[in-house]
């Protein structure tokens, strides 16, 4: 019964694409085979209003599927596959603003703007993912004078449970607004977004050497409060983590030397695989990286259009198979001045446990301006973590425990890490990080009483309340 009745439903809404019968939804590191009733592919607002209002049963919202640990989908449910609701709904040049349905990619968006030589004002380092899946996660990267992605954000387009479509803002349902960025589609569905645009403009790469002890004095007095400096971070070198690389991109007159204004969508990206092969399976490959790939990279000056550092593309870090060891990212988030003390038992604990550390890159980012689930609470530095790992279950359980050591660490220091990851922390570890949690679970009971809106996320540190 429930299967006509979906079939028929999906027939009568006229769905441009609709898949029944159980099917196997993962994600990118391959380790999260999830299997789920139905997955639908909207491709207009009425589309989704009516498969969340008519749905029965738990509802969970994919995009690129680029998180990693089964946000996108929990069993049996319905899967709202967004990437076919992709559309540039609204656009303004004089006012640098877009209005987007949520679907869309970075790169898209991006490939709509650059002729008018704007730029997103903030997004993650690779432009494959989807506008809404970065507002679910609240995503950031390395631009400088801002925070998480919620800052560029002015307004969304949400869909609750009953079906009700909500415009929310800073002014407006600032609850719903603030709730369902970073909240990793639990209230309701981000249907749409308008986002505030800055300038493309052309971008010097310059970089410095220094140990970890300088960086944050260095970062204060040099980065911080230049308004040239667009994007920053640094590289910290594995295993010792004690040596850094400091890489800024910064506004400049000078001619570009890369013609392109955009990464090339058919880039060939061997080189970045080859260098990734040697620095995880090498037996010298970290060292091999830092004095001799990294000295080679930066060899040459480099100015850049700022959208063509801005519209990176994931498959340079795609490996040829992820059967037997996959690539998995974590986040950890520190006050400035717990830096050194943080990554100095981060080093003591990766070193313990023998985790082979691709990159640990630092970022910083000002405070969060007042989502439930903000994982800046305060002005952080950002520590991503980029690791290979077995594919087995003892090796599935020897980064469980690492990463409980990680968040611990990261708790006692003031900080918080990241969810769009392996969820692995204990419901303990996770109110600790995120003291604001009930107040979001609070508001998901009101506008979701019948607890449609689920995931693995979720399933495992929301209150337990049944679905219907």
């Known amino acids: 019964m429930k299967f006509s009745t979906g079939l028929l439903f999906c027939a009568a809404l006229g769905l441009a694409s609709a898949s029944h019968g159980e099917q196997i939804v993962n994600d990118i590191t391959q380790l999260n085979p999830i299997v789920v009733d139905q997955v639908a592919q909207p491709t207009r607002l009425e589309q989704i209003v009516q498969l969340v209002a008519n749905h029965p049963g738990p509802i969970a919202i994919g995009g690129g599927r680029y998180s990693m640990g089964g946000q996108t ?29 949520a679907g869309i990619t970075w790169r898209a968006l991006q490939t709509f703007i650059d002729p008018y030589d704007l730029s997103v004002s903030i997004m993650q380092s690779y432009a494959n993912f989807t506008v809404g899946g970065a507002l679910s996660v609240n995503a950031h990267g390395r631009y400088i004078g801002y925070g998480p992605l919620v800052s560029s954000v002015k307004s969304i387009k949400l869909v609750l449970a009953d079906g009700q479509v909500i415009d929310a803002s800073p002014q407006h349902h600032a609850e719903l607004f603030y709730g369902a960025i970073g909240g990793y ?32 004095d260095y970062f204060f007095q040099h980065i911080a409060n230049d308004p040239k400096v667009i ?15 400091a890489v800024s991109y910064s506004q ?31 037996p010298m490959g970290k060292s091999i990286r830092e004095e001799v790939i990294d000295p080679l990279v930066f060899k040459r000056q480099q100015v850049v ?4 550092e801005a519209s990176l593309d994931v498959r340079e870090l795609e490996p040829a198979s992820r059967a037997r060891r996959t690539y998995v990212l974590q986040e950890y988030f520190v006050p400035p001045g717990q830096l050194q003390g943080f990554v100095e038992e981060m080093g003591d604990t990766l070193r313990r446990h023998k985790v082979n550390v691709i990159n640990l890159s630092i970022r910083h980012a000002k405070a969060d301006p007042g989502t439930l689930l903000a994982w800046a609470r305060t002005e952080v530095f950002a520590l991503v973590l980029y690791y290979q790992q077995d594919t087995r279950p003892a090796a599935r359980d020897e980064v469980r425990q690492w990463t409980r050591s990680l968040v611990d660490s990261a708790i006692r220091h003031g900080g918080s ?20 949690a009930n107040e979001f679970f609070a508001l998901k009971a009101r506008v979701d009483p019948r607890n449609k809106f689920r995931n693995k996320l979720w399933d495992a ?8």
Do not use: C
């Not at 994007?231 to 690389?245: D, E, S």
């Open 231 to 245: 994007l920053h971070n640094a590289v910290l070198y594995p295993n010792q983590y004690q040596h850094l690389r």
């Open 305 to 308: 259009w700022r959208n063509y």
């Open 417 to 436: 890490y990241y969810l769009p990851y392996q969820i692995l922390a204990t419901p303990e570890q996770f109110h600790a990080a995120y003291p604001r």
């Open 461 to 468: 540190y929301a209150p337990q309340r049944p679905s219907q």
């Open 73 to 101: 989908a929990t069993e049996h449910a319905l899967q709202i596959d967004m990437r076919r609701f992709d559309q540039v709904l609204a656009f303004s040049r004089e006012r640098k603003e877009i209005t987007v349905q």
């Open 185 to 216: 589609g639990g209230l309701g569905v981000i249907a749409e977004a308008t986002l505030q645009l800055s300038d493309n403009v052309r971008l010097l790469r310059t970089f410095e050497e220094m140990p970890l002890e300088r960086y944050n």
């Open 252 to 282: 400049t007159e000078l001619p570009v030397t890369v013609e392109e204004r955009l990464t090339p969508l058919d880039r060939n990206y061997w080189k970045e695989r080859r260098a990734m092969k040697v620095v995880s399976q090498w």
